[in-house]
C-alpha cells in the first residue's frame, strides 16, 4: 500500500483518517489564538519630536499628515529649541495650527536662505507660541492668500523684496513684528491684501513702512513705532481705532485718532514668554493707556491689568511706595494748628503729591465732636527716606491735646506708580514754639 505524506509529518494516510474520524465526533469548536496587540502606545501622530528639516517627526512630516481642524504641539524636550529650514513650508487645505510651547516657545528659521512659510487654501491657519526669523525669499518670508493668525509670537530678522508677511488676511494678537527689512522703499513689514487685524500688537523698528496693502486696518490697543518710512501706508479703505492706540507718526490716524508720542520701547530682547518683545520702559505713555480690553495677558503670558498696556507687552516695574506717619502731631498753642509728619521711600525717584488728613474726636457739652482738616503736599521721592510735613487748619476752632486719627495717601501719582497709604493713630501734644 502507498503511504502519503501529511502537512503535519510523514504519517501513514489511515493513521490520518482515524484521527479525522475522531474530531468529526467531537462538539467541541477549535480555540484560536488571540489577536497581536501593540506592546507600547502609539505616539500623538500630532505631536513634533526633533528639529530636522523633514522626516518622520520633523514639522514638515507632521504638517503634511494634518486634517482640518487639527492643533500640531512640540514634544516638551524641543522647548526654546530652533527648527532651520532648508525650504519654505507649506500649508494648503486646512485649517491647522501651529502652537509651541509657552514657556520658552520654538524658533522657525529660514536660515537666511529660504522663506519660511507659505499659506493656501482657506485657512485660518494660527501660529502660536512662535518665533519667525531667518526667512529670505522674493515676495515674502510669509506668503500667501489666505487668513493667517499669530497668537503670542514674534516675527522678526526677516527679508523679503517687497513685504515680510504677505497674505490676504492678517491677525495679529500679544504679537511683535519687529526688526525685518524689505528690498523696496516702498515695501511694508505687513501687507495683507484684505484686511489686518493687530490686538495688543507691537510692530516697530522695521526698516521698510510697519503696515501696508490693505484695504482694511483694524487696530486694537497697539502700538506701531519707528518703521522706516511710515506706520501705515496710504490707501485702506477703512481704518478702524477700537480701544487707544499709539503711533509715533501721524500716517494711521491724526490726533483725535490715535495717540501721537514715543512708545519709549527697550530693544527687542528675551523679556520671558515664548517670543522675544519689546519692554516699556518707566515714562511710556502706553503704560495704563489702554481700553475695551479683550485680552487677560501679554505676549510673555504675563497677566493685565484691569486697564491694559499698549502693545504686546506688560509693564510690571511698577515704582512702590512706603509712606510712614509720625506718632507725635505737634500743635501750635497761639493759632491751634497741627503738624503731622512722616517719611516717604520709593523704589525709584518720582514726583507727586500726598494728600493728608487728621481727625480728632472732641468733647462738646456732654457729648463729643469730630473735627477733621486735610491738606495737600508735594513731596521728591527717592530711596533714602525722606521727611514730610503737612498743616493741619480748621475752619474754626482748634486741635486739641489727645488722640487723633491721621491719614495719608498718594495723589497725582504716575501710571507707573503704585498707589500708597497709611492710616493710624498719633498723639496731639503741645508745641513749645
Known sequence: MHQFISRVGRWPLAVGLAALGACADDPTAPTLSAPLRPNAAIADPFTVTNTNDSGIGSLRWVLSYADSGQTIRFDPALAGQTITLDSALKMYLTDVAIEGPRDTGITISGGGKTRVLEAWGHGPYTLRNLSITGGSANAAAILGSTHVVLENSAVYGNRGTTAVIALS???????????????????????????????????????????????SYVLRNSILSNNAGRNCTSGPTTLTQEGVNLSDDDTCGGPADIMIADPKLQPLADNGGPAKTHALVVGSPAINAGTSCSVQVD??????????????????????????IDPGVAVNQSNGWAFVTGTVTCSRSETFGLAVQLVQQQKSGKGATSVDAANVVPVECSTSARPWSAAMVLPSGS??????????????????VTPASVTGPVKLYRSRK
Open 169 to 215: 488676511r492678517l491677525t495679529l494678537i500679544n504679537s511683535t513684528a519687529s526688526g525685518n527689512s524689505t528690498d523696496s522703499t516702498w515695501g511694508s513689514a505687513v501687507q495683507a491684501t484684505q484686511k489686518i487685524e493687530l490686538t495688543n500688537s507691537t510692530v516697530a523698528f522695521n526698516a521698510s513702512s510697519g503696515l501696508g496693502g490693505s484695504n
Open 299 to 324: 505676549q510673555r503670558y504675563a497677566p493685565r491689568d484691569a486697564k491694559c498696556d499698549l502693545g504686546a507687552f506688560e509693564f510690571a516695574d511698577f515704582t512702590t511706595v512706603t509712606v510712614t
Open 399 to 416: 486741635f486739641q491735646v489727645g488722640s487723633a486719627t491721621a491719614s495719608a495717601q498718594t495723589l497725582n501719582t504716575e501710571p507707573w
